[in-house]
């Protein structure tokens, strides 16, 4: 806005998203040389080097694959093969063997297992707090999870939650990312009142 400084955060914010973003549309960025450095004029900032960019770049695609599972639930996408394959390598595991629900391993498997659960019903799912470890061609993360479940969509004031913790393992597919296995353990949940019971 005309006559008003912007904080200087603010525009070191905005330049080094916009170079992300760059690096995120630009195929070539696997090809520029270690040592090449980028620094936004006048700012201070730290020089930012090419590892350090596919690096946020990779980051930020992960994080939103895990908000995708989400939706991937929500709304569910399950019956999409596109959009399932999209998230999950054919051999994906999905939970423990030995553990309430077992495991699921491929993606058929996969969709049985959240169509059990999540057909009929209403859902959110609310992952934060993603946290991601980069290992070349493989990566792993750890996410929160705030659960909402409504038995009838139709009466959403009646409904159940949980808080679990997940664990991910993924790998780098062509330019992006998929779940290679998903696990998760319940911290605590509130299950709906037992039927002719107050509260």
Do not use: C
Request: aromatic share 6%; glycine share 10%; no cysteine.
């Amino acid at each position: 806005m005309t006559g008003q400084s912007v904080p200087r955060r603010t525009l070191v914010g905005m330049a080094l998203a916009g170079v992300v973003g760059l690096v995120a549309s630009n195929s070539a960025v696997a090809a520029t040389p270690a040592k090449t450095r980028l620094k936004v004029a006048g700012t201070g900032a730290r020089p930012v080097n090419a590892e350090e960019m596919r690096a946020a770049v990779d980051t930020r695609l992960i994080t939103e694959l895990v908000l995708r599972l989400g939706k991937w639930l929500d709304l569910k996408q399950y019956d999409d093969a596109a959009i399932t394959e999209s998230l999950f390598v054919p051999t994906v595991l999905v939970g423990s063997p030995g553990r309430t629900g077992g495991a699921a391993q491929g993606i058929p498997s996969v969709v049985v297992k959240a169509r059990k659960r999540h057909d009929g019903i209403g859902s959110q799912h609310a992952f934060t707090n993603v946290l991601v470890e980069l290992h070349g061609d493989t990566a792993s993360a750890g996410a929160e999870l705030l659960a909402t479940f409504v038995p009838d969509p139709e009466k959403p004031t009646i409904f159940s939650q949980l808080g679990a913790r997940y664990e991910f393992d993924f790998v780098r597919v062509g330019q992006g990312w998929k779940f290679s296995r998903i696990d998760d353990r319940t911290v605590w949940r509130q299950d709906l009142p037992a039927p002719g019971r107050a509260g």
